[in-house]
């Protein structure tokens, strides 16, 4: 017993040591620093697989992958927001994140059904899947350039609302591909909308819940509570939801945290932390965000280098050209329908938006749950792994190109509504 845990403590060490030196190393690099830690996986895979089996085989659990990381991952999503922005940009964002969700998956499904034979339904499940899109690599670019608030706030509005459809789009879909299940839509749409309200009830009665604690033990003021209770209450409302009321648990995160922030500004001045107090909070949510996205994107490079022999090489070429071709049609389409009502995004803009459609940690997650028995799992894995790597490398390399030379507008502008 003490000998497993010395060595299970003594692994976890070595595995944080070796992302710190990734970070050291490869901190000025052109490329994200996830894109190391993918390789890392990849080379650790293929060391356990082939050289060094006395390595400990890594794998998650689906049940950890859903209530460890999913959780830290969505609040550390909806966090960010800037609310007076997203309102003004709630109808393009609010589109974008259901109806071109939908749209990017049925355009992406087409030539991977031709490429593969696969039926139809597993395609959709995969595809609704890799159509969420993550901002967090795009925006150390977005450091080093001036962006428009607005279109910085339309790519994470996005970004967090998309979260929210394809969770939705894996649970109905992976009900019936998995476990045989009848769609939603069989079932009855009123069930589901119900479940959803629930969700969105819950979180908002756990978000306020939390903001009046920590206002009553004037918690923002207290390093230790301050930043540990949301996260307690983040974790509860994810279990509360997802486990025992059967309804979304990512849709609850979404409005406690929500609704928490929101709480938070009718505080007092005198309530309020200090700048550096409120940078300790934000630094330590980060980090926990970033770990949980290095460690899945770890998980996702083991699983590959550990059948390296098996990749279908031959699809890579249509899976990247099907993820191009749907981010477009998606972004420069609608942005076309987005004239009928009198909202107008500009063309560079609408070129940013279509490269910020990269592949992060929660698309990572979701095709990590696929039960290791199910026929297609290393297929899809595969075309994760080349999905992800592509936009992560270059799609950030693009960005960082076109911004050097684009003409995005005042950084000031307040809006994408009525613009000519």
């Known amino acids: 017993m003490e000998s497993g845990l010395v060595n299970g403590l003594v692994f976890v060490c070595l595995f944080l040591i070796g992302l710190c030196a990734i970070e050291h190393h490869f901190k000025s690099s052109r490329l994200p620093y996830i894109c190391w830690v993918v390789l890392f996986g990849v080379g650790y895979g293929l060391l356990q697989h082939t050289l060094l089996p006395i390595l400990p085989a890594m794998q998650l659990e689906p049940d ?9 991952l969505i609040f550390d999503a909806s ?25 990017s998956m049925l355009v992406m499904a087409v030539p991977l059904h031709w490429a593969t034979d696969l039926p139809w ?55 019936k591909v998995l476990k045989g299940k009848a769609l939603i839509f069989e079932e009855g749409i009123l069930s589901f909308m119900v479940s959803i309200a ?28 301050g930043s ?22 990512v849709i609850a995160v979404m409005a406690t945290t ?63 050209a099907a993820l191009l071709v749907s981010r477009s049609v998606v972004v420069y389409g609608f942005s076309a329908a987005f004239r009928l009502l009198r ?8 070129h940013v938006l279509n490269l910020g459609g990269l592949k992060g940690a929660l698309s990572v997650a979701l095709i ?17 792994l080349a999905m992800s790597l592509f936009t992560l490398i270059g799609n950030t390399l693009g960005m960082r190109a076109y911004l050097k030379k684009a003409d995005l507008g005042d950084p000031s502008i307040n809006a994408s509504r009525g613009l000519r």
């Not at 950890?64 to 830290?72: A, R």
């Not at 960010?80 to 994140?97: H, I, Q, Y």
């Not at 009830?201 to 509570?225: C, E, I, N, P, S």
């Open 121 to 175: 339904i597993d395609i959709l499940f995969f595809t609704a899947i890799m159509s969420a899109t993550d901002p967090v690599a795009v925006g150390a670019v977005f450091q080093q350039f001036p962006i428009p608030g607005k279109l910085r706030t339309l790519i994470e509005s996005e970004s967090l609302l998309n979260d929210g459809t394809t969770i939705i789009l894996f649970t109905l879909l992976g009900g």
């Open 343 to 350: 909202i107008r995004i500009p063309m560079p803009w609408q």
């Open 79 to 103: 966090r960010s927001l800037d609310f007076g922005m997203a309102r003004a940009e709630a109808v393009p964002a609010s589109l974008l994140a259901s109806l071109g969700i939908l749209a």
């Open 228 to 249: 540990l209770l949301p996260l307690l209450i983040v974790y509860l409302t994810f279990c509360m939801a997802q486990a025992w009321l059967q309804i979304s648990g």
């Open 258 to 320: 929500i609704v928490f922030r929101m709480a938070l500004r009718r505080y007092r001045i005198n309530e309020m932390p200090t700048q550096s107090e409120m940078a300790f909070y934000q630094d330590l949510w980060e980090f926990f965000g970033d770990l949980a996205n290095a460690v899945l994107f770890f998980m996702l490079g083991v699983e590959i280098g550990s059948h390296y022999g098996e990749i279908p090489w031959l699809v890579f070429p249509v899976v990247i």
């Open 368 to 384: 990590l749950m696929i039960p290791k028995d199910y026929a297609y799992r290393h297929l899809f894995l595969c075309a994760a």
């Open 64 to 72: 950890v992958i859903l209530y460890i990381f999913l959780p830290v």
């Open 198 to 225: 629930a969700a969105v009830l819950l979180g908002a009665a756990t978000g306020w819940f939390v903001a009046w604690l920590m206002r009553r033990w004037q918690a923002l003021k207290d390093h230790f509570v």
